[in-house]
């Protein structure tokens, strides 16, 4: 804790300077899980990569305090030495604490537990003036709720407790077929229903092949129980497993495998659920088997996957899209996003209410029971929802691709359902407000003294015309052509030292 105020008494001197000043600034965090473009270099910049570590895990309280830049394997790792696990864990282990508080993290197991951001006690902040700050359910319950989900736009996170349950050594995982998106869809909201399932998703490999994926906590495995791995290099991709096990199998028949705790919670991080093939489809000459899986599986799993995204310049030929829908029109997304996109698997995942206002992917009735719109600022829950996952090339042409985008974004408005903001945002300023709650934000932000850091709309958005104001970025750039690009992002990847870490996990299953 020493290192810690220390650390943090430096990174707000450094924000009360450029207050004083009037100077806008960015934040740097270390390694990112967006895809969001970057909007060009700034010079002032404030660092906080170093806060990094797990400070404190307190077994009988079942809290963890941890510093925003933390990712989720490490996480895992310091608290299942104690029997204890975060009740809402992020597929991919690079993806940060922090990052999952002041951004959307929707799992598997937020149908019963939330976003990231509901398990999180506290957080220390430090303000726009350069305030150090608490902020919880209790204090400062405006700023708390406000800063989840908001990008960072509203101060800097610091320090977080969060909440712990107790850990099962294995998931009892279950298959179950359906072949109508109708049918999946139905069944994944009948499944949150069900008080023996702790997780629950699904994938929808093509209209008529889908699968339903629930896990159960579970210290036993019968007699003739199945146990599957996934993050040796040597394992199956989870979601080639799942469609192996399934495609020939019966209507509403199941299959039922033990998988270790840590391989479950990371189960799609080899492969990013299914992007890691666009790889080989990117290349081209390599090909898509099973010992090139293999032989390449440093370069399959999300860490270097991410480096490589944003090193390529692919982002800007490559939909990356999380949508949350209602359940009753989930179907008809599903249906455009077949004909406008033909992409293929699509990954859903079950949301649990919000309270509003809020920058998370849900929405609300227009108008009260009155029949009057509710007032700016009114806490309001949204309703449950399914989050869908659309991942797949677009349209190589860049102007169709933004339009595809464009498309894709006012279909989901017109379907009553909200995306995730780590992804491309294609939104002009009038059509971003229309989706979110302006007044109720500003207010906090002059509340706050954010007026030097970007707004969630300046970080979000997605300038097309930049492509040609700077030829150096987008796809144009020689560094983004094919191969070049790709080749430019492993070895970026390489050099990023991400390389081998999944290989020291310590939550990965040793066969004890």
């Given at each position: 804790m020493e290192n810690h105020s220390k650390h943090v008494h430096d990174i707000a001197l450094d924000v009360r300077q450029f207050f004083a000043i009037g100077e806008s600034y960015r934040v740097f965090h270390g390694s990112s899980n967006s895809t969001r473009p970057r909007h060009g270099a700034q010079q002032n910049v404030v660092d906080i990569s170093?806060?990094?570590?797990?400070?404190?895990?307190?077994?009988?309280?079942?809290?963890?305090?941890?510093?925003?830049?933390?990712?989720?394997?490490?996480?895992?790792?310091?608290?299942?030495?104690?029997?204890?696990?975060?009740?809402?864990?992020?597929?991919?282990?690079?993806?940060?604490?922090?990052?999952?508080?002041?951004?959307?993290?929707?799992?598997?197991?937020?149908?019963?537990?939330?976003f990231f951001n509901d398990t999180v006690n506290s957080v220390e902040m430090i303000l726009g003036n350069g305030d150090v700050v608490w902020a919880s359910r209790q204090e400062r319950q405006d700023l708390f709720h406000g800063a989840a989900g908001a990008a960072g736009t509203l101060g800097i996170v610091t320090l977080m407790e969060i909440r712990l349950v107790e850990a099962k050594k294995l998931v009892k995982t279950t298959y179950e077929k359906v072949t109508r998106v109708s049918d999946a869809v139905a069944e994944v909201q009948s499944q949150t229903e069900n008080p023996n399932v702790d997780h629950v998703d699904a994938i929808m490999f093509s209209k008529e092949h889908g699968v339903i994926i629930t896990g159960q906590l579970t210290d036993t495995m019968p007699v003739g129980g199945t146990l599957r791995t996934f993050s040796n290099a040597h394992d199956p991709w989870f979601y080639m497993h799942v469609s192996d096990k399934t495609r020939d199998l019966a209507l509403a028949a199941t299959i039922v495998e033990y998988i270790p705790l840590g391989e479950y919670l990371f189960r799609y991080d080899r492969a990013a659920f299914w992007v890691g093939r666009q790889g080989y489809a990117y290349f081209k000459v390599i090909p898509f088997t099973k010992f090139f899986r293999w032989l390449l599986d440093d370069y399959?799993?999300?860490?270097?996957?991410?480096?490589?995204?944003?090193?390529?310049?692919?982002?800007?030929?490559?939909?990356?899209?999380?949508?949350?829908?209602?359940?009753?029109?989930?179907?008809?997304?599903?249906?455009?996003?077949?004909?406008?996109?033909?992409?293929?698997?699509?990954?859903?995942?079950?949301?649990?209410?919000?309270?509003?206002?809020?920058?998370?992917?849900?929405?609300?009735?227009?108008?009260?029971?009155?029949?009057?719109?509710?007032?700016?600022?009114?806490?309001?829950?949204?309703?449950?929802?399914?989050?869908?996952?659309?991942?797949?090339?677009?349209?190589?042409?860049?102007?169709?691709?933004?339009?595809?985008?464009?498309?894709?974004?006012?279909?989901?408005?017109?379907?009553?359902?909200?995306?995730?903001?780590?992804?491309?945002?294609?939104?002009?300023?009038?059509?971003?407000?229309?989706?979110?709650?302006?007044?109720w934000y500003e207010a906090l932000r002059e509340k706050y003294f954010a007026a030097t850091l970007p707004t969630i709309y300046d970080k979000v958005k997605v300038e097309p015309q930049a492509r040609w104001k700077n030829p150096n970025q987008w796809s144009k750039s020689w560094l983004s052509t094919w191969p070049i690009g790709g080749l430019y992002g492993m070895i970026l990847a390489t050099l990023s030292g991400d390389i081998g870490i999944h290989r020291r996990a310590t939550w990965r299953y040793k066969g004890e």
């Amino acid at each position: 804790m020493e290192n810690h105020s220390k650390h943090v008494h430096d990174i707000a001197l450094d924000v009360r300077q450029f207050f004083a000043i009037g100077e806008s600034y960015r934040v740097f965090h270390g390694s990112s899980n967006s895809t969001r473009p970057r909007h060009g270099a700034q010079q002032n910049v404030v660092d906080i990569s170093m806060l990094r570590n797990v400070l404190q895990v307190d077994a009988e309280n079942h809290v963890a305090l941890i510093e925003p830049n933390v990712p989720m394997d490490r996480l895992v790792e310091a608290t299942l030495v104690h029997g204890l696990v975060p009740p809402v864990v992020m597929e991919f282990p690079g993806i940060t604490a922090g990052g999952g508080f002041s951004g959307t993290s929707g799992e598997s197991s937020s149908f019963r537990h939330g976003f990231f951001n509901d398990t999180v006690n506290s957080v220390e902040m430090i303000l726009g003036n350069g305030d150090v700050v608490w902020a919880s359910r209790q204090e400062r319950q405006d700023l708390f709720h406000g800063a989840a989900g908001a990008a960072g736009t509203l101060g800097i996170v610091t320090l977080m407790e969060i909440r712990l349950v107790e850990a099962k050594k294995l998931v009892k995982t279950t298959y179950e077929k359906v072949t109508r998106v109708s049918d999946a869809v139905a069944e994944v909201q009948s499944q949150t229903e069900n008080p023996n399932v702790d997780h629950v998703d699904a994938i929808m490999f093509s209209k008529e092949h889908g699968v339903i994926i629930t896990g159960q906590l579970t210290d036993t495995m019968p007699v003739g129980g199945t146990l599957r791995t996934f993050s040796n290099a040597h394992d199956p991709w989870f979601y080639m497993h799942v469609s192996d096990k399934t495609r020939d199998l019966a209507l509403a028949a199941t299959i039922v495998e033990y998988i270790p705790l840590g391989e479950y919670l990371f189960r799609y991080d080899r492969a990013a659920f299914w992007v890691g093939r666009q790889g080989y489809a990117y290349f081209k000459v390599i090909p898509f088997t099973k010992f090139f899986r293999w032989l390449l599986d440093d370069y399959s799993h999300t860490r270097t996957l991410y480096h490589a995204l944003h090193a390529s310049g692919v982002s800007s030929q490559f939909v990356v899209q999380d949508l949350a829908l209602p359940y009753e029109t989930a179907d008809g997304f599903i249906d455009w996003a077949d004909r406008g996109l033909g992409i293929w698997p699509l990954w859903l995942c079950p949301l649990r209410k919000c309270p509003l206002p809020s920058f998370h992917p849900a929405t609300r009735p227009q108008r009260s029971v009155g029949g009057e719109k509710e007032p700016s600022g009114t806490a309001n829950m949204s309703q449950p929802m399914l989050n869908i996952g659309v991942w797949g090339w677009g349209p190589r042409e860049y102007e169709t691709f933004v339009a595809k985008n464009r498309q894709l974004e006012s279909t989901l408005k017109a379907l009553g359902g909200r995306k995730w903001l780590y992804a491309h945002t294609y939104y002009t300023d009038d059509e971003f407000w229309a989706e979110y709650d302006r007044p109720w934000y500003e207010a906090l932000r002059e509340k706050y003294f954010a007026a030097t850091l970007p707004t969630i709309y300046d970080k979000v958005k997605v300038e097309p015309q930049a492509r040609w104001k700077n030829p150096n970025q987008w796809s144009k750039s020689w560094l983004s052509t094919w191969p070049i690009g790709g080749l430019y992002g492993m070895i970026l990847a390489t050099l990023s030292g991400d390389i081998g870490i999944h290989r020291r996990a310590t939550w990965r299953y040793k066969g004890e």
